[in-house]
């Protein structure tokens, strides 16, 4: 079946720290990848995707790249700000345009 | 783009009572999904419609789950005979056709049920 599995958290680094949150995944087919963000108090937002192989998607400074041999999606930013903090959630869209989350992972960013 | 509306923004009632939640998706979207979210969990799927057809319902919904979207727009989603393990903040999204498209979701209707 599908599904989209990601580090736990809570994820705590300090300000202009260099951030990774894992992803992996298994789907059937070659699925659409995203990142989607929750800020305190706000609704799910997109905040990258990508849609076949090897594409890298981008964003206010994240960037994730699809990886088909590791059929991973990891999540990075050379420097995080305070404001980065929030819960990500990692997801697929499957053939049928279901779109699959993984469980979250909260990131605090200390000033 | 007025973005995607839900109401209420919280529900409170009590046990074996029915709720219905209303979710405005983006006009021009012709999906529609219905997704529950419990404390430090991810979304998780409950149905999808395109225009006002239903296409899944997700296996884990109990008959006392129902959702509509007459006429292609707005959705409701019916909750019958609720139970304390309902409680979860119900969360609506639209998009466009399509795997390379992204949802938008509304703020969600938070669910208490005493």
């Known amino acids: 079946g599908n599904s989209v599995t990601q580090m736990e958290g809570p994820v705590t680094l300090s300000e202009e720290a260099f951030l990774t949150i894992n992803c992996t995944y298994t789907a059937t087919g070659y699925p659409s990848l995203f990142w989607y963000v929750q800020y305190p108090g706000e609704g799910l937002q997109l905040l990258l995707k990508?849609?076949?192989?090897?594409d890298k998607g981008s964003n206010k400074g994240f960037e994730a790249t699809y990886r088909k041999e590791t059929t991973s999606f990891h999540l990075e930013k050379g420097s995080v700000q305070v404001s980065d903090s929030a819960v990500y959630f990692c997801a697929l869209s499957t053939r049928d345009d279901k779109i699959i989350f993984g469980k979250g992972t909260r990131l605090h960013i200390l000033p | 783009d007025t973005g995607v509306s839900q109401n209420p923004r919280h529900k409170i009632t009590k046990r074996g009572q029915n709720v219905t939640f209303r979710c405005d998706p983006i006009?021009?979207?012709?999906?529609l999904y219905w997704y529950r979210q419990t404390l430090g969990q991810g979304p998780e799927f409950l149905t999808y419609f395109q225009n006002e057809a239903q296409l899944e319902k997700s296996r884990l919904l109990s008959d006392r789950f129902s959702a509509e979207r007459p006429k292609g727009s707005f959705s409701t989603l019916e909750i019958q005979r609720t139970e304390q393990g309902d409680s979860a903040m119900y969360l609506c999204a639209s998009s466009l056709q399509g795997v390379t498209s992204p949802l938008h979701f509304g703020n969600g209707t938070r669910l208490t049920v005493t």
């Open positions: 990508a849609t076949k192989a090897d």
């Open positions: 006009s021009e979207h012709n999906r």
